[in-house]
T-cell receptor, first 115, second 113 residues
């Protein structure tokens, strides 16, 4: 089983619909992240959470919201999906030890298409 | 403004030869650099990193070189194997934290048997 699990893996939704992408981890890490990848662009950070009560906006948070339901769960919501949110979404986790982050561990991704 | 650039979208290399993937950056505050490898339908996986206090870091077949004056790093894979065929992302941060990572656009490496 994957250490970082994303559901669903693929989703097609209509413009204006609300959709939630879920992420769960078994690594016991305290930090979790949501990124999106678009063709021709690198991964860009949407939101990140250092623990259950600490949630922060990333580079491209507009149009998204998140919820850290537990240390192991971090969900990303699109309140009203629009076509330019069509992308590949990745959840990631990391641990924070001795004042430094470990490298990030990524889920397998969710391919979202907004039509 | 792309602060981390991978100018070669794709690269093909014969099996057994050396693969060299390049990455340039513009932000002089970056002090930690990573390479991630990504197979289709999978998430990126960490490959190797280097801090700005070093100019070289090796891990088996993988070596990363950092040239701070040129703001350039490269990943060398020797010898290249078919399983190395993947997309490689360069990433950089200042005062390392994953929330501060800036990713390049990726280079698709194809190893020809």
């Amino acid at each position: 089983d994957a250490d970082v699990t994303q559901t669903p893996r693929n989703r097609i939704t209509k413009t204006g619909k609300r959709i939630m992408l879920e992420c769960s981890q078994t690594k016991g890490h305290d930090r979790m992240y949501w990124y999106r990848q678009d063709p021709g662009l690198g991964l860009r950070l949407i939101y990140y959470s250092f623990d259950v009560k600490d949630i922060n906006k990333g580079e491209i948070s507009d149009g998204y919201s998140v919820s850290r339901q537990a240390q192991a769960k971090f969900s990303l919501s699109l309140e009203s999906a629009i076509p330019n949110q069509t992308a590949l979404y990745f959840c990631a986790t990391s641990d924070h030890r001795e004042g430094r982050d470990t490298e990030a561990f990524f889920g397998q991704g969710t391919r979202l298409t907004v039509v | 403004d792309q602060q981390v650039k991978q100018n070669s979208p794709s690269l093909s290399v014969q099996e057994g030869r050396i693969s060299i993937l390049n990455c340039d950056y513009t932000n002089s505050m970056f002090d930690y650099f990573l390479w991630y490898k990504k197979y289709p339908a999978e998430g990126p996986t960490f490959l190797i990193s280097i801090s700005s206090i070093k100019d070289k870091n090796e891990d088996g077949r993988f070596t990363v070189f950092l040239n701070k004056s040129a703001k350039h790093l490269s990943l060398h894979i020797v010898p290249s194997q078919p399983g190395d065929s993947a997309v490689y992302f360069c990433a950089a941060s200042a005062d390392f934290g994953n929330e501060k990572l800036t990713f390049g656009t990726g280079t698709r490496l194809t190893i020809i048997p």
